[in-house]
T-cell receptor, first 110, second 114 residues
Framework: GIQVEQSPPDLILQEGANSTLRCNFS?????LQWFHQNPWGQLINLFY???GTKQNGRLSATTVATERYSLLYISSSQTTDSGVYFC????????????FGKGITLSVRP | GAVVSQHPSWVICKSGTSVKIECRSL??????MFWYRQFPKQSLMLMAT?????????EQGVEKDKFLINHASLTLSTLTVTSAHPEDSSFYIC??????????FGNGTRLTVT
């Protein structure tokens, strides 16, 4: 099956700093999503981005499908950004089952 | 507010008993829902795809007789962990797509089997 690798596995930032989270995948996909899991376990859909670039406030994401990677940018980080960021991909359609990466644990310190 | 409701949030049960977890889409119809399992500090592993009006599609290695899934209506899917054992203790999460690429998750159920 498809492999999803995320890096770095852990990231510690000072509040206000910027960061880039990376997701590499091993095969062509037609679904790629970024999620944030907060310390209480709740998962929030950040971006549906099988290709191209999107922005939502301090967050933006870019997927270069031909090169099989996606990047999530966090600017001016806040303590509430802490948690685990997952990249997940699907190969059979926009609402297909997803394969998740192992996640990137982000800690933003005040 | 939440668009996918999952209950209970946590449950403690004795070994050998069965536990039912409900996942409801609150303001949309979901012909498909997904059930995941997550161990501490690990990723989400897809257990099965729940299909309204038909049998669930289980991932390889997931025991369908142990993890019973029923998707009897367009807004409700249930996961029943039968004859639970301590190794079934985990965080179970459901999700449902509202529109294309708009996947919503329940808040999860933390199951502890003693």
């Amino acid at each position: 099956g498809i492999q999803v690798e995320q890096s770095p596995p852990d990231l510690i930032l000072q509040e206000g700093a910027n960061s880039t989270l990376r997701c590499n995948f091993s095969d062509s996909v037609n679904n790629l999503q970024w999620f944030h899991q907060n310390p209480w376990g709740q998962l929030i859909n950040l971006f549906y981005i099988p290709s191209g670039t999107k922005q939502n406030g301090r967050l933006s994401a870019t997927t270069v499908a031909t090169e099989r990677y996606s990047l999530l940018y966090i600017s001016s980080s806040q303590t509430t950004d802490s948690g685990v960021y997952f990249c997940a991909v699907g190969v059979t359609g926009a609402n297909s089952k997803l394969t998740f990466g192992k996640g990137i644990t982000l800690s933003v310190r005040p | 507010g939440a668009v996918v409701s999952q209950h209970p949030s946590w449950v403690i049960c004795k070994s050998g008993t069965s536990v039912k977890i409900e996942c409801r889409s609150l303001d949309f119809q979901a012909t498909t829902m997904f059930w995941y399992r997550q161990f501490p500090k690990q990723s989400l592993m897809l257990m099965a795809t729940s299909n309204e009006g038909s049998k669930a599609t289980y991932e390889q290695g997931v025991e369908k007789d142990k993890f019973l899934i029923n998707h009897a209506s367009l807004t409700l899917s249930t996961l029943t962990v039968t004859s639970a054992h301590p190794e079934d203790s985990s965080f179970y999460i459901c999700s449902a797509p509202r529109t294309i690429g708009d996947l919503h998750f329940g808040n999860g159920t933390r199951l502890t089997v003693t």
